[in-house]
């Protein structure tokens, strides 16, 4: 079955960087655009990044782009967000995402990790 | 940014109660708007894809219907398992932006 596995939450502080993974197992992962959403605490879903298939093309919402990178490693079936000078807005958990082939939606997620900035 | 206006908010119902949640786009979206369900503490779960395809394994209690600019989402007779809360989401154009979301609890 599907299974996406999100890790590298934590608290760091405004400024800090931070790196998520997600692994991924049950599907060619190869063959699947991602997707990273996030959610702030008591707020609703957040479309952070994306990455195609091949892993050359991504787009990023405004608030991140320049500060954070998707990237993916399709021999080790893994994708990350790199996220660097990190702000209080930024805390929230990551969920690592599965978008449908050939379609739009989002059709598996991770259970998602914390990240938190504070100081 | 497209704008997602999801109405109402939050919805008290009762077991076996038919439900309509509905979310507006701020510009036509043709047929790009997705449904999401999330119970807190878990991953959240595609319902509807393309405004009316029920995900795979999703009961057919769930329905979706609209186009353009007005959507809708129906559970026609709640179970227990359905008190969550829901999302709608268009995929129309970047950022794929979500609605603020319905939270939907036992009255």
């Known amino acids: 079955q599907v299974q996406l596995v999100e890790s590298g939450g934590d608290l760091v502080k405004p400024g800090g960087s931070l790196r998520l993974s997600c692994a991924a197992s049950g599907f060619t992962f190869r063959d699947y655009y991602m997707v990273w959403v996030r959610q702030a605490p008591g707020k609703g879903l957040e479309w952070v990044s994306h990455i195609n298939s091949g892993g050359s093309t991504v787009d990023y919402e405004d608030s991140v782009r320049g500060r954070f990178t998707i990237s993916r490693d399709n021999a080790k079936n893994t994708l990350f967000l790199q996220m660097s000078r990190l702000r209080v807005e930024d805390t929230a958990v990551y969920y690592c995402v599965r978008n449908g082939v050939n379609r739009r939606d989002f059709d598996f997620w991770g259970q998602g990790t914390l990240v938190t900035v504070s100081s | 940014d497209i704008q997602m206006t999801q109405s109402p908010s939050s919805l008290s119902a009762s077991l076996g109660d038919r439900i309509t949640i509905t979310c507006r786009a701020s510009?036509?979206?043709?047929?790009?708007l997705n449904w999401y369900q999330h119970i807190p503490g878990k991953a959240p779960t595609l319902l509807i894809y393309g405004v009316s395809t029920l995900h795979s394994g999703v009961p057919s209690r769930f329905s979706g219907s609209g186009s353009g600019t007005e959507f809708t989402l129906t559970i026609s007779s709640l179970q227990p398992e359905d008190f969550a809360t829901y999302y709608c989401q268009q995929s129309y154009g970047i950022p794929y932006t979500f609605g603020q979301g319905t939270k939907l609890d036992i009255k």
């Open positions: 510009q036509s979206i043709s047929r790009h």
